[in-house]
């Protein structure tokens, strides 16, 4: 069977994507076994996940330029290249510094990899389509997390952690093959000058502050040294906020243009987004570590219940284009917010008592409209910007998007690390992921004020509302609006 061009463009990317799932809900899978394997604690593995978080928003704003400059296939392909050379790094590892070098390699990879294939996505799609291809490239994705902690709880308890990395280069290799194949060379005739000084300004300064968040409380850096990367990132962010001004009054474009946050869709979904990411990236380094060292389970065991909440993400994107068009986007993402942030606190109500069946469900019912979530707020913040402006645009929303994540694992651990030094203890215990999931929980909700402030009718256009008010058949039949 022959897939369609509509089909085949999303599933190849999807398989990058995939690729950096499956590896990213392995690693949170086994923690703790890889942990022991270092000799180190396993909240201090905290900083192989920030690492490539941190490497992602540090990279991500030069993807766009890279693509537009050296042509989208041709740095998919080396971005895929990187991540797998990262990947066999992090395999060979035997030190909590080197494998935090390592990921962060994978994260340059990474950086490159998925934003690229996103933005060939944005520019060749029309905004009517622009749901129904996000969620083709979303769908094939999902696969990763549904199969990523069965499969890295299988490896970590049955054979070795290293093997969860060095399965990343048969997928790389199929997902090289298949982007030299079928991948568009998009190049802009219209090349623009890097912003050297605010890449390297909003590097430092996101990677410093990230550094410094996620060093606190632990012995991995003094105390004064943690808090001199704090001040130096708040500092180099703040150059590059006076910068990124002086760049616009001078009529260029800045690595990361903030003007995007005047555009009430995008500036909702980014920036609400971002608040509701937060819990969103604790509950991967969370759900495991309270499973496993809380309650007892195996690496197996966790892998198992944990990865249902990604099966049930997979089916909402069957629903989510229509869910759209019946209610909208301000309706969907205000009730969505709350829901979705209410089970994330539900799991820290979890005891080692608790039936599976319960935890189950609850993982199915939160994974489904945190799923919705993410779709509607991805297909949002791009509804009112132009295709010659998503480059620029996506950037942004990919770095906002990491930085949030990256946040949720530092603030989920700072949670953790407060509650045992209250209570006197040198090991985390299972109360303690109670206030944990509390925490990230009620900032994930926030972000349904910001929400709640966009118009009745923001997005109609992309989620077919707008069709659907003026002629009921055309969205019936789907057929495409005609031209004014």
Not at 6 to 18: N, V
Not at 296 to 313: E, F, I, N, P
Request: hydrophobic share 55%; proline share 5%.
């Amino acid at each position: 069977m022959r897939l369609s061009p509509a089909l085949t463009l999303p599933l190849i990317i999807a398989c990058a994507l995939f690729m950096e799932n499956l590896d990213g809900t392995i690693i949170a899978t086994s923690l703790p076994v890889i942990a022991t394997d270092l000799a180190e604690n396993p909240i201090a593995l905290k900083l192989a996940l920030t690492a490539y978080l941190v490497s992602l928003a540090v990279f991500i704003p030069i993807s766009g330029w890279m693509a537009d400059r050296h042509g989208s296939r041709t740095v998919f392909r080396a971005a895929i290249a990187v991540f797998v050379l990262g990947s066999l790094a992090c395999g060979v590892s035997s030190s909590l510094g080197g494998f935090v070098v390592a990921r962060f390699v994978q994260g340059i990879g990474g950086a490159m990899m998925v934003p690229v294939g996103r933005l060939v996505l944005l520019k060749s799609v029309e905004k009517r389509e622009l749901v129904k291809v996000l969620s083709y490239l979303t769908m094939p994705a999902l696969l990763g997390p549904i199969l990523g902690p069965p499969v890295g709880g299988f490896i970590a308890t049955y054979w070795h952690w290293r093997w969860i990395f060095f399965i990343n280069l048969p997928i790389g290799l199929v997902g090289w093959t298949l982007a030299g194949r079928f991948v568009p060379e998009i190049v802009e005739e219209l090349r623009t000058p890097l912003d050297w000084q605010g890449f390297l300004l909003s590097g430092i300064g996101l990677s410093a502050l990230t550094l410094g968040a996620a060093t606190l409380g632990q012995r991995l850096l003094p105390p004064a040294g943690s808090a001199a990367c704090i001040v130096g990132g708040v500092a180099c962010i703040a150059w590059y906020v006076v910068h990124a001004r002086r760049f616009v009054r001078e009529g260029r474009r800045p690595v990361l243009d903030f003007g995007f946050l005047r555009v009430p869709t995008y500036f909702a979904g980014v920036v609400g987004g971002s608040l509701f990411r937060v819990g969103v990236g604790a509950s991967p380094f969370l759900l495991p570590l309270m499973l496993q060292l809380g309650f007892g389970y195996t690496a197996l065991q966790s892998g198992l219940l944990t990865c249902s909440s990604a099966a049930a993400a997979m089916f909402m994107k069957t629903l989510a284009t229509r869910i759209l068009k019946r209610f909208g986007f301000r309706t969907v993402l205000s009730i969505n917010a709350l829901v979705a942030s209410a089970t994330i606190v539900g799991y820290g109500a979890f005891s080692a008592v608790t039936p599976v069946a319960l935890m189950l469900g609850l993982l199915l019912f939160g994974g489904f409209f945190r799923s919705l979530q993410f779709t509607s707020l991805n297909a949002l913040s791009y509804a009112d910007i132009d295709k010659r402006d998503m480059g620029a645009a996506s950037g942004l929303a990919n770095v906002a998007q990491q930085m949030s994540l990256s946040t949720g694992v530092t603030l989920g651990a700072a949670a953790l690390e407060t509650m045992t030094l209250m209570a006197g203890r040198s090991d985390v215990a299972a109360g303690d992921f109670h206030v944990a999931f509390l925490v990230v929980g009620l900032v994930s909700a926030s972000s349904f004020l910001l929400i709640r402030r966009l118009p009745a009718d923001a997005g109609d256009e992309v989620s077919g509302r707008r069709i659907a008010e003026a002629d009921p058949l055309l969205l019936a039949e789907e057929t495409p609006r005609p031209q004014s």
